[in-house]
């Protein structure tokens, strides 16, 4: 029995939904028709209070940074909410300290400007949002930036383009992981369309 990963998964105020929902769906799902759990799903925010997410969806993170356990995968999500985090230092320093000890840093749609802001993109290659690209270059100008990508896998951290692209990097992921057969079994039980 292989033991299970823990997937933290960042959340803030303003934070795009399907950016942690769709990823929270595909690690927290994977290995349910063999009954096995090969991730640990959980949600972390700065603080334990309640957090707003995009159009004011109330949400309960289950740990705060104080007390979160370590991650093995730590993934950062966007939203309009990263433009403030950007200039949050006690998160971004999390971030970057997260990073030293998990195995994988992944981040959806803009939480790639929280990546860039603690410094994790340099000489790398990344993608983000459509709308958010000019913002990316700017905030990070020794990243390689590919506009059109789905998502780039520098290897330890892996990004995606925007929101409903965090699904397929995730998909993607699982198969990097367990094998593709896993993450096929996956999107089929979330009868998601996924172009592996």
């Known amino acids: 029995m292989i033991q299970s990963r823990n997937v933290a998964i960042l959340i803030f105020d303003d934070v795009e939904i399907l950016d942690f929902c769709g990823p929270y769906e595909v690690f927290g799902v994977t290995g349910k028709q063999n009954n096995s759990q090969p991730f640990n799903v959980y949600t972390v925010a700065e603080h334990s209070k309640p957090i707003l997410a995009r159009n004011k969806l109330s949400i309960n993170p289950q740990y705060a940074i104080a007390n979160c356990p370590p991650s093995d995968i730590l993934l950062v999500p966007g939203g309009f909410g990263t433009r403030q985090q950007m200039h949050n230092f006690v998160l971004i320093d999390w971030i970057r300290q997260s990073y030293l000890h ?22 790398l290659a990344a993608t983000t949002h459509h709308l958010a690209i000019d ?12 506009a ?3 998502f780039v896998d520098n290897g330890k951290i892996i990004l995606s383009a925007g ?14 992981l367990l094998g593709k057969e896993e993450a096929i079994k996956t999107a089929e039980y979330m009868e998601y369309d996924w172009k592996s």
């Open 135 to 146: 913002l990316l270059k700017e905030v990070a100008p020794n990243t390689e930036i590919r």
């Open 163 to 176: 929101i409903s692209a965090g699904i397929d990097m995730s998909l993607y992921v699982v198969a990097k």
């Open 102 to 123: 998990s195995e994988l840093l992944l981040s959806v749609c803009t939480g790639a400007l929280l990546l860039a802001k603690a410094g994790l993109l340099e000489n």
């Open 148 to 150: 059109g990508d789905r």
